[in-house]
Structures are given as structure tokens and as C-alpha cells.
């Protein structure tokens, strides 16, 4: 079974800073790697996906971009984060069939 | 599948069995329902998924009408720790992209 690794997993930021969050995966070789975004008590908003190294989508325009450098490793940037960058962003991984499995995320605050 | 539907919310008391019933009308004939629930602070858990008529694993009953607009998950003999926010979803595109709702928030009582 494959393993998602997510860090930090706190992260309180200033705004304007910039952000860098790190996901890697265990245990496959060649997922699909997603990254969300949820919003205090509510759903789960997708941000991006990849389907292989350096292949990128955007799902909704953002101040946050994403790179794949690596096989298993997706990583979520922003150089200025705004308030409404707040979240808890996760990352997931679907190496075949019908599931995705998630890490454990990281909650941004940025003030 | 672009839209499921659930409802916001749930209570329960433990030991009672809970059903929660998700619409999804547009769904598309090569989709399956799939079913996560999430603690609070963690990502979302896999916990049963299935086509059409009825799936049952060690955790959930899955059933699903032969018209497949919508589906029951049926989660037997609730304890406290099932108190959890449970999502209903399909899958969008051609590359597996989970297009989540707000899901249904469970409030398993003593």
C-alpha cells in the first residue's frame, strides 16, 4: 500500500510571504498526484493535477502555482500569499483503479 | 458525475444504524459512487465504492438502484467515533479528477 508524506504540517504565514508545501508518495510509482484545498467546514476544492513529471493542471485560477519535479513528489507554491489562502490543503495520489488516497495535510493560516 | 447532492447534516445515536442518501443525477454510465469520510484535521478516508445494486465491506453497505441516480450508504450499528463528515462523489474527466460536495456532517450521540 502506498504512504502520502505532507509538509509541514502547520504553517502560520504573514501576508505577502511566500509558500512552499511538499507532498511525496510512498509505495507506487507513476500516480496521478492532486492537490486540495478546503475551506473551514466546507468541501474540498481541487486545485491542481498531474499526470506525470513536470505536467501540470489548473483546475481553478489561483495565486498558487504547482510543479512535479519528481516522480513522487508534488509540490504547491505561492509567491505572495493572500488571507484568502487560508486553508487546509491535501494532498492525494491515485495510482490505478478507482480510488485516491489522501495525506494528511497542512493548515495554512496566513495572517 | 458533475453534482452530487447529500444532506448538510445528520444525528444518530450509538448503536442505531445510519443511512445517508446522495443524488446524482447526471451521472455518467462508466462512473462509480464512491464514498469518503473525514475526520476533522485529516485528509478524507476511502470507505466503500460500487456500480450498482448493493456492496457491503467490514465498514459500509453501499446500495444502488438500477437507475443509479442515487445511493444509500449504510453505516450499521454507529459508535461515537463514526461522528465524521461523509462524502458522496464520482468521478469527472479522463483523469480521475474527485469533484467533492460539502458531504454530509454525521452526529453520533451517546
Known amino acids: 500500500s502506498q504512504t502520502i508524506h505532507q509538509w509541514p504540517a502547520t504553517l502560520v504565514q504573514p501576508v505577502g510571504s511566500p509558500l512552499s508545501l511538499e507532498c511525496t508518495v510512498e509505495?507506487?510509482?507513476?500516480?496521478?498526484l492532486y492537490w486540495y484545498r478546503q475551506a473551514a467546514g466546507r468541501g474540498l476544492q481541487l486545485l491542481f493535477y498531474s499526470v506525470g513529471i513536470g505536467q501540470i493542471s489548473s483546475e481553478v485560477p489561483q495565486n498558487l502555482s504547482a510543479s512535479r519535479p519528481q516522480d513522487r513528489q508534488f509540490i504547491l507554491s505561492s509567491k505572495k500569499l493572500l488571507l484568502s489562502d487560508s486553508g487546509f490543503y491535501l494532498c492525494?495520489?491515485?495510482?490505478?483503479?478507482?480510488?485516491?488516497?489522501f495525506g494528511p495535510g497542512t493548515r495554512l493560516t496566513v495572517l | 458525475l458533475a453534482k452530487t447532492t447529500q444532506p448538510i447534516s445528520m444525528d444518530s445515536y450509538e448503536g442505531q444504524e445510519v443511512n445517508i442518501t446522495c443524488s446524482h443525477n447526471?451521472?455518467?454510465?462508466?462512473?462509480?459512487i464512491t464514498w469518503y469520510q473525514q475526520f476533522p484535521s485529516q485528509g478524507p478516508r476511502f470507505i466503500i465504492q460500487?456500480?450498482?445494486t448493493k456492496v457491503t465491506n467490514e465498514v459500509a453497505s453501499l446500495f444502488i438502484p438500477a437507475d443509479r441516480k442515487s445511493s444509500t450508504l449504510s453505516l450499521p450499528r454507529v459508535s461515537l467515533s463514526d461522528t465524521a463528515v461523509y462524502y458522496c462523489l464520482g468521478f469527472s474527466g479522463g483523469y480521475n479528477k474527485l469533484i467533492f460536495g460539502a458531504g454530509t456532517r454525521l452526529a453520533v450521540h451517546p
Open positions: 447526471n451521472i455518467a454510465t462508466n462512473d462509480y
Open positions: 492525494a495520489s491515485h495510482p490505478g483503479g478507482d480510488t485516491q488516497y
Open positions: 509505495g507506487t510509482s507513476n500516480p496521478n
Open positions: 460500487g456500480y450498482k
